[in-house]
């Protein structure tokens, strides 16, 4: 049952990161417009699809983690997996958006220490986002939902 959980999740990332990163690269101010003063000659532009893409992969992510704190918490599974699916749509697009940021933000010889440190705290995240996401079903099983999953995955 729990692996059925972390596929669920998996399944939307094996192809929408390619999409994220479209969303992030290519969706910018010069498609949508924000600024209409020379918008496609300021550079501070270029970083308008990476933030409207990290909004909404948060969105997906809170959305999703709101969606299985409910299913745990009214013992609804396909809820819960529902939610997990909502959560795999944001969660590694959101890194694209991360990588972006940092690439953008960065450069030089700090480039390649603050990438590190992103993908660290990602991975270290994702981890105990998923350990606590497996204890609170082992030990509960399906019976109650900790709110603090939610809390700390946001």
Known sequence: MNLNLYSVYSYP???LCFFGGYIVDRYNSTTIQLNTTHSHNNPHNRVTGVRWGSILFCGFILLGEFMFCLGIQFKMYYLALVGRFVFGLGGESLTVAQNTYTARW????VFIPSLSHTLHYHH???TTITTLHYTTLHYTTLY???PLT????T
């Open 150 to 153: 939610t809390i700390l995955s």
């Open 124 to 126: 270290h995240y994702t």
């Open 13 to 15: 990332n094996m192809i």
């Open 106 to 109: 960065f450069d030089g010889i």
């Open 144 to 146: 109650h939902s900790h």
